[in-house]
C-alpha cells in the first residue's frame, strides 16, 4: 500500500524547533509498504525552524499573532495533490499538529492544551476520501500484509519479513 507519511515520523528535522520525531512503528512500516514523506508546512512555504503555530477560531496564528493560514492552507492542498498524484491509499500523520493533528489539536492558547479538532491537512485530506491515521494508531497498519497484497504468503519477501521480524507463524491460505 502506499501510504502518505508525516516526514518528521520518518526522522526529517522539518518540525518548528528544527528537529525530527522519527517512530520506530512508522520507520518499521517502510519494510512492507511504500512511504511517502511530507511536510505540509514546508510544502507551505514555511522555514524550517519557525515559530510555532495554533489554530485559533478558524485561522492559523503564531506565538507573536502572525496569520499563517494562507501558508498552512497551500501545505494542505499539496498534500492532497500528492496523494492523489501518487494514489496514496492512506495518511498517517503525527499527533496534534496544526497541520497533521486528527481528532485533537492544541487549543490555540500555547499553554499546551489540546482541544478537540483537525490540523488542516488531516481535514482537507480527510474531505477529498483520502483515509487518515494518527500516528499514535500506526499498529493498524502493521498488521499481517498476506492476504491483502499478494496472497503469496510464505513466497513473498514482504510477508516474509514481516512474519520474521514479529516471531509469528504464517497466516493460514
Ligand atoms: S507539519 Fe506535519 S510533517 Fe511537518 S513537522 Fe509538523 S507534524 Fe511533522
Do not use: W
Request: charged share 25%; aromatic share 4%.
Amino acid at each position: 500500500m502506499k501510504i502518505l507519511v508525516s516526514a518528521c515520523l520518518l526522522g526529517t528535522a522539518c518540525r518548528y524547533d528544527g528537529s525530527a520525531f522519527p517512530n520506530e512503528a512508522v520507520l518499521e512500516l517502510a519494510r512492507v509498504h511504500t512511504l511517502v514523506p511530507f511536510c505540509p508546512e514546508v510544502y507551505g512555504g514555511l522555514p524550517t525552524p519557525r515559530e510555532p503555530a495554533e489554530i485559533c477560531g478558524g485561522r492559523v496564528l503564531t506565538r507573536s499573532g502572525a496569520d499563517v493560514t494562507k501558508q498552512y492552507e497551500k501545505g494542505a492542498a499539496e498534500a492532497l495533490r500528492l496523494a492523489r498524484l501518487l494514489r496514496c491509499e492512506c495518511a498517517l500523520l503525527q499527533d496534534r499538529s496544526p497541520s497533521c493533528g486528527i481528532g485533537v489539536v492544541h487549543d490555540g492558547s500555547f499553554t499546551d492544551t489540546l482541544t478537540p479538532g483537525d490540523g488542516l491537512t488531516a481535514k482537507k485530506l480527510s474531505e477529498h476520501g483520502v483515509r487518515v491515521l494518527p500516528a499514535s494508531r500506526v499498529a493498524e497498519l502493521s498488521a499481517c500484509p498476506c492476504d491483502k497484497r499478494c496472497q503469496r504468503h510464505g513466497d513473498c519477501e514482504a510477508c516474509r519479513l514481516y512474519h520474521q521480524r514479529h516471531g509469528r507463524p504464517f497466516c493460514e491460505r
